[in-house]
């Protein structure tokens, strides 16, 4: 955080020539209420600041946490892709209609099968 020293002098005192611009005409202006309400606008805008200054980090801080997991997540996209190629591969280099069983025994019905042959009285 920057902190600008600050030194407050009285405001020039106005040209005899120029005419005075107020809100209020009737009211008469201090040099005492004009340097207390600037120092007060400074103090907002110095909290302002710094409360621009905590979101700031706040969200660096959340971008960070982002980041790692988006590289955590190409990380395993790239694991998966690698997966995948080897699980084709090895499925080109099976024979057709391969599936463990001996070529001259049929394939041995399921569970299911069993079942409902059963029920049928087969």
Same mark, same amino acid.
């Given at each position: 955080?920057?902190?600008?020293?600050?030194?407050?002098?009285?405001?020039?005192?106005?040209?005899?020539?120029?005419?005075?611009?107020?809100?209020?005409?009737?009211?008469?202006?201090?040099?005492?209420?004009?340097?207390?309400?600037?120092?007060?606008?400074?103090?907002?805008? /110095?909290?302002?600041?710094?409360?621009?200054?905590?979101?700031?980090?706040?969200?660096?801080?959340?971008?960070?946490?982002?980041?790692?997991?988006?590289? /955590?997540?190409?990380?395993?996209?790239?694991?998966?892709?690698?997966?995948?190629?080897?699980?084709?591969?090895?499925?080109?280099?099976?024979?057709?209609?391969?599936?463990?069983?001996?070529?001259?025994?049929?394939?041995?019905?399921?569970?299911?099968? /069993?079942?409902?042959?059963?029920? /049928?009285?087969?």
């Amino acid at each position: 955080m920057v902190v600008v020293p600050v030194t407050l002098e009285p405001p020039p005192a106005p040209d005899p020539g120029e005419p005075e611009t107020r809100s209020d005409p009737g009211k008469p202006i201090s040099v005492r209420d004009s340097a207390g309400a600037a120092v007060a606008e400074l103090a907002t805008l /110095r909290e302002r600041v710094a409360g621009w200054e905590r979101l700031g980090a706040e969200l660096a801080t959340e971008r960070d946490a982002w980041r790692d997991q988006a590289a /955590r997540h190409e990380e395993a996209a790239q694991q998966l892709r690698t997966l995948v190629a080897q699980a084709q591969q090895l499925t080109r280099a099976l024979p057709a209609g391969d599936d463990g069983a001996p070529p001259d025994q049929p394939p041995r019905p399921g569970p299911w099968q /069993r079942l409902r042959r059963r029920l /049928r009285g087969e």
